[in-house]
């Protein structure tokens, strides 16, 4: 199999709002994050590692926070058009494993939902796309609560050709 392994990570401070956007599932929580799109950590997270494996550069390149046509943008739009782009480069994802980061609010009750939005927008069986969480006990910007962050990794392998 001709496979790549790409890494992602993303970091978004929070600020006022009523809620977050997470694996395009939006959660009640008495702050917001500060981004130009969504903010949503975790698909920025796996798109950069898409992009990466394909050797197509990251998320800012493609949408940078400078153009407004991506202000307010839905981060699965995002990672529907960066899978287009990845599988014209010859590649397609295999499995994605995505570890958030976050004090506050707690996911565990979201996660089914993000994977399938995951597995969905990557035509994915849920199987292979993994999300977990973990907090930082306390310890730097997430565990003072100014932020939320997110690791993702992805293996593709190349569309055989006909």
């Known amino acids: 199999m001709n496979a790549r392994i790409g890494h992602g990570y993303d970091a978004h401070r929070l600020g006022p709002g009523d809620g977050i956007v997470i694996g395009g599932e939006r959660i009640a929580f008495d702050r917001g994050v500060v981004a130009h799109s969504d903010g949503d950590v975790l698909l920025h997270a796996v798109c950069d590692a898409l992009l990466g494996a394909a050797g197509l550069g990251d998320l800012g390149t493609w949408f940078p926070d400078t153009d407004p046509r991506y202000a307010d943008a839905s981060s699965r739009a995002l990672l529907r058009e960066v899978r287009d782009r990845v599988a014209e480069a010859g590649w397609r994802a295999v499995n994605v494993d995505a570890t958030v980061i976050a004090e506050a609010p707690r996911l565990a009750a979201h996660r089914d939902a993000m994977r399938a939005n995951l597995a969905a927008d990557?035509?994915?069986?849920?199987?292979?796309?993994?999300?977990?969480?973990?907090?930082?006990?306390?310890?730097?910007?997430?565990g003072r609560g100014e932020g939320l962050a997110c690791h993702a990794v992805v293996l593709v392998e190349a569309i055989p050709v006909p």
């Open 122 to 142: 990557l035509g994915l069986a849920v199987e292979a796309a993994s999300v977990k969480a973990t907090t930082t006990e306390g310890m730097g910007f997430v």
